[in-house]
């Protein structure tokens, strides 16, 4: 079975378009199940029906026009079940439904399986025969195998289709994700492609044919060139049989090779790219038919090459392009490096096509305070290139090709947006305190944006959580202890005499260091934290002198361990702590500014360390509740994997009642807590957390204005009312309903038009 599914797949994806795609698909399946008619029926949510869009074995002459309803028919049955169904007698069965157009009386057989897509039915396929019998369970379980291959290629198709439509029609396309930073934004689409390959786009036309022709012959020579150089780095240390491979590759892009076939159909009217892709992917299809196994393999040489000659088109098309004003930048995955190359006073928005909204990198979004959306799933990025979009990231949409109407509304809602924006950050420079006098410290979470970070120094009470790392990822060796003391240095005198609580390098899950790197099968269940400065003491040790160090002088240095989970990884750092200290101590000795031992912390983000409370008050100074791995690891959810994304949930009851667990008993122990994570950047989870008992919050600078408004319109006591009612709760839609009621009869409906509401009128 295996055998026969990877030869339709490979069939099916070097289809040119939909129509040949689908056509090769029913044509392979009807051969590979040896039955005589099979069909597949696509699902058109405009009309709420199915079409029939592909067919071996009914009449051609329907396909693109038979229509069938949703609840109709035995095809509609299987959609509502989503699931197979097998029949010997399909047309005794009730649901049966007589169509002359498709001529499929003379079928007895039936099975029937759903295309699903992300609990979303895209299509049905269907295969028949005379002879009335059961379908076996072999080829149920085939059918059922290949629908779950063609499901994520259908919706791909779907989003293509309706792009392609909308575009010739001149209407919105509205697509959905998770709202990363909160926001609006209305700008072009500026897509940025790590790889590229031939699947990444749809072949295209194109009237210029002298600039394409340009193009592709430019490709070629930059090809060449790479050819050259490779075969001259490698002529001393390979033999002359291994180097001559790359004269071949020269020889296949030679005119009589590929260039000609490639020239014919762009003035065939085809675009550079897809005139490529067309020859290509066709002779590679060749090749793979060979029974030659040399001939066969020669397939990947091909490809290669066509890829090399795909990428040089690629990097000559965006060497011409420059950002736009209002830039929307588009990736498959959000990286820093690509927001720090955009120009900040170009950027006005993020869609990232895979991640989640709680990765760090989307976590960097809202420290810069840029509007972001992620896991807008399948999005055929180079389809939306250059288009006008909407960004709507309070309520996780995208509108593509927007049209005036919208514009116009949307314009008005980022005028509002303003307004609000300026309202709470109005009172930046007031104490944090509620209206019965309980005063919240707001800190920052830094480490992202040095500029940013440094500029908020004023008006809070200091930083919660300094992110180390982030000076190691933006560099491609470890830094020396001299640079990391200046680094240091800079932070803890910007925020003098406030506290700054640095967290040691926190590395692994998705904050890997380039010249780093760890492959692990399961990163965030790894090698990250503290476990990697322990096996590493000597990178340890050069970071903690470094921050012993700056600190000299000033004193508002905090250090907090990260991922512990166990009391002996405290006792091991500590120790190397104190041989820091005492080192450095001896070579200080006579200097005026004396090395100081500063408070010592441990990170609540593992579940086992808030278990370990008793313990820690013994053995640490102060703790903080890292919530967003906390609740990743309380959930089992990779909060960077956008098919499980939904199900991150810091209102989970589960969370809330762990994070309250944490805050008793930190209070029973007498040990100093605080909390840094998104939920405390969220004014919502904001009044959770102090009702706790919580007072010290630590959040993305964006948010804090915001969250200190709300605040100081609130009573302790009615939040802890509240909160014991949330805690009640089986769910965390009922929680999150409890609280926007709160917020609502509090009078602070303001802060649900921001979180929330920006889109209902829309």
Same mark, same amino acid.
């Given at each position: 079975?295996?055998?026969?599914?990877?030869?339709?797949?490979?069939?099916?994806?070097?289809?040119?378009?939909?129509?040949?795609?689908?056509?090769?698909?029913?044509?392979?399946?009807?051969?590979?199940?040896?039955?005589?008619?099979?069909?597949?029926?696509?699902?058109?949510?405009?009309?709420?029906?199915?079409?029939?869009?592909?067919?071996?074995?009914?009449?051609?002459?329907?396909?693109?026009?038979?229509?069938?309803?949703?609840?109709?028919?035995?095809?509609?049955?299987?959609?509502?079940?989503?699931?197979?169904?097998?029949?010997?007698?399909?047309?005794?069965?009730?649901?049966?439904?007589?169509?002359?157009?498709?001529?499929?009386?003379?079928?007895?057989?039936?099975?029937?399986?759903?295309?699903?897509?992300?609990?979303?039915?895209?299509?049905?396929?269907?295969?028949?025969?005379?002879?009335?019998?059961?379908?076996?369970?072999?080829?149920?379980?085939?059918?059922?195998?290949?629908?779950?291959?063609?499901?994520?290629?259908? !919706? @791909?198709?779907?989003?293509? #289709?309706? /792009?392609?439509?909308?575009?010739?029609?001149? *209407?919105?396309?509205? %697509? =959905?994700?998770?709202?990363?930073?909160?926001?609006?934004?209305?700008?072009?689409?500026?897509?940025?492609?790590?790889?590229?390959?031939?699947?990444?786009?749809?072949?295209?036309?194109?009237?210029?044919?002298?600039?394409?022709?340009?193009?592709?012959?430019?490709?070629?020579?930059?090809?060449?060139?790479?050819?050259?150089?490779?075969?001259?780095?490698?002529?001393?240390?390979?033999?002359?049989?291994?180097?001559?491979?790359?004269?071949?590759?020269?020889?296949?892009?030679?005119?009589?090779?590929?260039?000609?076939?490639?020239?014919?159909?762009?003035?065939?009217?085809?675009?550079?790219?897809? !005139? @490529?892709?067309?020859?290509? #992917?066709? /002779?590679?299809?060749?090749?793979?038919?060979? *029974?030659?196994?040399? %001939? =066969?393999?020669?397939?990947?040489?091909?490809?290669?090459?066509?890829?090399?000659?795909?990428?040089?088109?690629?990097?000559?098309?965006?060497?011409?392009?420059?950002?736009?004003?209002?830039?929307?930048?588009?990736?498959?995955?959000?990286?820093?490096?690509?927001?720090?190359?955009?120009?900040?006073?170009?950027?006005?928005?993020?869609?990232?096509?895979?991640?989640?909204?709680?990765?760090?990198?989307?976590?960097?979004?809202?420290?810069?305070?840029?509007?972001?959306?992620?896991?807008?799933?399948?999005?055929?990025?180079?389809?939306?290139?250059?288009?006008?979009?909407?960004?709507?990231?309070? !309520?996780?949409?995208?509108?593509?090709?927007?049209?005036?109407?919208?514009?116009?509304?949307?314009?008005?809602?980022?005028?509002?947006?303003?307004?609000?924006?300026?309202?709470?950050?109005?009172?930046?420079?007031?104490?944090?305190?509620?209206?019965?006098?309980?005063?919240?410290?707001?800190?920052?979470?830094?480490?992202?944006?040095?500029?940013?970070?440094?500029?908020?120094?004023?008006?809070?009470?200091?930083?919660?959580?300094?992110?180390?790392?982030?000076?190691?990822?933006?560099?491609?060796?470890?830094?020396?202890?001299?640079?990391?003391?200046?680094?240091?240095?800079?932070?803890?005198?910007?925020?003098?005499?406030?506290?700054?609580?640095?967290?040691?390098?926190?590395?692994?899950?998705?904050?890997?260091?380039?010249?780093?790197?760890?492959?692990?099968?399961?990163?965030?269940?790894?090698?990250?934290?503290?476990?990697?400065?322990?096996?590493?003491?000597?990178?340890?040790?050069?970071?903690?002198?470094?921050?012993?160090?700056?600190?000299?002088?000033?004193?508002?240095?905090?250090?907090?361990?990260?991922?512990?989970?166990?009391?002996?990884?405290?006792?091991?750092?500590?120790?190397?702590?104190?041989?820091?200290?005492?080192?450095?101590?001896?070579?200080?000795?006579?200097?005026?500014?004396?090395?100081?031992?500063?408070?010592?912390?441990?990170?609540?983000?593992?579940?086992?360390?808030?278990?370990?409370?008793?313990?820690?008050?013994?053995?640490?100074?102060?703790?903080?509740?890292?919530?967003?791995?906390?609740?990743?690891?309380?959930?089992?959810?990779?909060?960077?994997?956008?098919?499980?994304?939904?199900?991150?949930?810091?209102?989970?009851?589960?969370?809330?009642?762990?994070?309250?667990?944490?805050?008793?008993?930190?209070?029973?122990?007498?040990?100093?807590?605080?909390?840094?994570?998104?939920?405390?950047?969220?004014?919502?989870?904001?009044?959770?957390?102090?009702?706790?008992?919580?007072?010290?919050?630590?959040?993305?600078?964006?948010?804090?204005?915001?969250?200190?408004?709300?605040?100081?319109?609130?009573?302790?006591?009615?939040?802890?009312?509240?909160?014991?009612?949330?805690?009640?709760?089986?769910?965390?839609?009922?929680?999150?309903?409890?609280?926007?009621?709160?917020?609502?009869?509090?009078?602070?409906?303001?802060?649900?038009?921001?979180?929330?509401?920006?889109?209902?009128?829309?």
């Amino acid at each position: 079975m295996l055998a026969v599914l990877r030869k339709i797949a490979e069939a099916v994806s070097q289809q040119p378009n939909l129509h040949s795609a689908l056509s090769c698909f029913v044509l392979s399946v009807k051969e590979a199940i040896n039955t005589e008619c099979c069909s597949v029926y696509f699902a058109d949510y405009s009309q709420d029906d199915f079409v029939l869009m592909a067919t071996e074995g009914l009449n051609p002459e329907a396909v693109g026009k038979f229509r069938i309803g949703f609840t109709e028919g035995l095809v509609g049955l299987v959609a509502q079940r989503e699931e197979p169904i097998n029949l010997a007698f399909a047309q005794t069965h009730p649901r049966f439904m007589h169509a002359p157009e498709v001529k499929e009386d003379n079928y007895n057989a039936f099975l029937a399986v759903p295309i699903v897509h992300q609990k979303k039915v895209l299509g049905v396929i269907v295969v028949q025969q005379k002879i009335a019998r059961v379908f076996t369970q072999d080829e149920e379980s085939l059918l059922v195998t290949l629908s779950a291959q063609l499901a994520s290629q259908l !919706a @791909l198709v779907e989003l293509k #289709e309706i /792009l392609k439509q909308d575009e010739l029609g001149h *209407q919105t396309s509205c %697509l =959905k994700g998770l709202s990363g930073a909160p926001g609006i934004a209305i700008g072009h689409a500026f897509v940025v492609l790590p790889e590229l390959t031939f699947n990444s786009f749809e072949i295209r036309k194109h009237s210029d044919v002298t600039a394409e022709l340009t193009l592709f012959r430019q490709a070629v020579s930059a090809t060449r060139h790479d050819f050259n150089l490779m075969s001259q780095e490698l002529a001393g240390s390979l033999s002359e049989e291994t180097v001559a491979v790359f004269h071949v590759y020269q020889n296949l892009l030679d005119a009589k090779s590929l260039g000609n076939s490639v020239e014919n159909e762009i003035k065939a009217g085809w675009c550079a790219k897809s !005139a @490529l892709k067309l020859v290509i #992917e066709k /002779l590679v299809s060749q090749f793979m038919a060979m *029974q030659d196994t040399y %001939l =066969k393999e020669r397939a990947i040489d091909i490809q290669d090459i066509g890829l090399r000659v795909l990428h040089h088109m690629h990097d000559t098309q965006q060497a011409y392009k420059s950002y736009p004003e209002n830039t929307i930048l588009v990736a498959d995955v959000l990286t820093p490096t690509m927001l720090a190359d955009v120009p900040k006073d170009k950027i006005a928005g993020v869609i990232s096509v895979s991640g989640a909204a709680n990765s760090h990198a989307s976590i960097l979004t809202r420290a810069l305070g840029i509007p972001a959306i992620w896991g807008v799933s399948e999005l055929p990025i180079l389809q939306v290139e250059g288009k006008e979009i909407i960004l709507d990231a309070y !309520a996780g949409r995208l509108y593509v090709s927007p049209s005036k109407m919208l514009l116009s509304e949307y314009t008005q809602l980022k005028k509002q947006e303003g307004i609000l924006h300026d309202q709470f950050a109005s009172e930046h420079h007031l104490a944090a305190e509620t209206l019965d006098g309980e005063h919240i410290r707001l800190l920052v979470n830094a480490g992202l944006e040095i500029s940013a970070d440094l500029a908020n120094a004023n008006y809070i009470d200091g930083v919660g959580l300094y992110r180390t790392e982030a000076w190691f990822m933006q560099r491609s060796t470890f830094p020396t202890q001299n640079e990391q003391e200046l680094w240091y240095r800079q932070v803890l005198s910007a925020y003098h005499p406030s506290p700054v609580v640095m967290r040691t390098l926190d590395i692994g899950g998705d904050k890997m260091l380039s010249y780093f790197d760890v492959k692990e099968e399961n990163p965030f269940l790894g090698w990250r934290g503290i476990r990697v400065s322990l096996d590493h003491p000597e990178l340890f040790l050069d970071q903690l002198k470094a921050m012993l160090k700056a600190n000299a002088g000033l004193g508002n240095l905090k250090i907090l361990f990260p991922m512990v989970t166990e009391v002996s990884e405290v006792a091991q750092a500590k120790q190397l702590l104190e041989r820091a200290y005492y080192e450095l101590a001896d070579e200080w000795a006579d200097q005026f500014c004396q090395i100081e031992m500063p408070e010592i912390g441990v990170m609540l983000e593992v579940p086992s360390s808030t278990w370990l409370i008793p313990e820690w008050a013994g053995k640490v100074d102060f703790c903080s509740v890292g919530s967003n791995d906390l609740t990743q690891y309380l959930l089992a959810v990779d909060r960077t994997n956008s098919r499980v994304a939904e199900l991150f949930n810091p209102f989970h009851p589960a969370v809330l009642r762990v994070l309250n667990n944490i805050a008793e008993q930190c209070q029973q122990f007498e040990l100093p807590f605080s909390l840094c994570g998104e939920l405390a950047a969220d004014p919502e989870g904001a009044i959770l957390l102090v009702a706790m008992g919580y007072r010290s919050l630590s959040m993305n600078p964006s948010s804090i204005n915001q969250v200190k408004w709300a605040l100081r319109r609130l009573e302790v006591r009615y939040m802890k009312d509240l909160l014991a009612e949330c805690l009640r709760q089986p769910s965390a839609i009922l929680v999150q309903r409890l609280v926007r009621n709160f917020i609502v009869e509090h009078g602070l409906s303001q802060l649900l038009y921001t979180c929330h509401g920006m889109s209902e009128s829309i």
